[in-house]
């Protein structure tokens, strides 16, 4: 069990296109950014929002990968960790 003490925001794809998707999510204000993007965890509703956006807007195997991310208990409730390696930007809520 994780206790980290998360923070609440908003994050989108950063990809140039404001119709992505913007979701609710957590950041670690410890290790919040990877190479200057965000570094967000989701949790289950949101995580399955973004997947079945990633199955229609992407090609490829990036939907599949995604579903690979297993939750983490952190803070009380199971969030799924998608830093590290995709360019996401915190929005204000």
């Known amino acids: 069990m994780k206790d980290i003490k998360l923070k609440a925001a908003q994050f989108q794809m950063d990809c140039g296109d404001e119709e992505l998707p913007i979701l609710f999510g957590y950041y670690n204000p410890s290790d919040r950014y990877w190479n200057g993007?965000?570094?967000?965890?989701?949790?289950?509703a949101n995580r399955d929002a973004w997947i079945a956006f990633s199955k229609i807007f992407?090609?490829?195997?990036?939907?599949?990968?995604?579903?690979?991310?297993?939750?983490?208990?952190?803070?009380?409730?199971?969030?799924?960790?998608f830093g590290g390696g995709y360019t996401w930007h915190e929005r204000s809520i």
């Open 58 to 81: 992407y090609e490829g195997d990036v939907a599949k990968e995604m579903e690979t991310i297993e939750p983490q208990w952190i803070d009380g409730k199971y969030l799924y960790y």
């Open 37 to 44: 993007f965000a570094n967000p965890y989701l949790d289950r």
